[in-house]
């Protein structure tokens, strides 16, 4: 069965470090996502990605982060310089075209979790 | 006040019995999504339903639209169903979903 899968399972970084978050998603989807969950708080909305450009963000995505579809089946998540709050454990997700795109299943991966200290 | 609230926030059950988790949210919303998620973190999809009912194996979603609520119910609960379930609203936007989870009901059953 298809999965989305998500490269590294666990970093460890220093504060003010680059972290490059990695996700190959299903290869016939359209719609990507990330989503963050700080450890024992909800899931929440980083960002959506469609035809090669962002569609939605949360107030979360500010410019230190940002996401980029590189090679056509790679999506990552860049954290240009790495907070103590960022530590989270960082989920990619993907869902098919429906038509509407609002009700796509998703599809998520392991999760990376990240450690800034 | 939180757009998506669900009850019980933890839930201990016998194997065997029948559960029922709650989810009320307070936006407007294309879908429902019911997730799971592991010990280990990894989040599964349940279901997405924006309309009745849906029933996969022993795991039943219902909602009502008009009451903004959702429950899911699982039948002869077994130890294995152990797990966090999570409600998540997929607000209605132009061009693609963005969820609003709840925080979880944390379920464990015991044998």
Known sequence: EPEVTQTPSHQVTQMGQEVILRCVPISNHLYFYWYRQILGQKVEFLVSFYNNEISEKSEIFDDQFSVERPDGSNFTLKIRSTKLEDSAMYFCASSPHTGDPGTGELFFGEGSRLTVL | ?111
């Open chain 2, 1 to 111: 006040k939180n757009e998506v609230e669900q009850s019980p926030q933890n839930l201990t059950a016998q194997e065997g019995e029948f559960i029922t988790i709650n989810c009320s949210y307070s936006v407007g919303i294309s879908a429902l999504h019911w997730l799971q998620q592991h010990p280990g973190g990894g989040i599964v999809s349940l279901f997405m339903l924006s309309s009745g009912k849906k029933k996969h194996g022993r795991l039943i979603a219902t909602i009502n639209i008009q009451e903004k609520h959702s429950s899911l119910h699982i039948t002869a609960s077994h130890p294995r169903d152990s797990a966090v379930y999570i409600c998540a609203a997929n607000r209605h936007t132009g061009t693609a979903s963005k969820l609003t989870f709840g925080t979880g009901t944390r379920l464990q059953v015991t044998l």
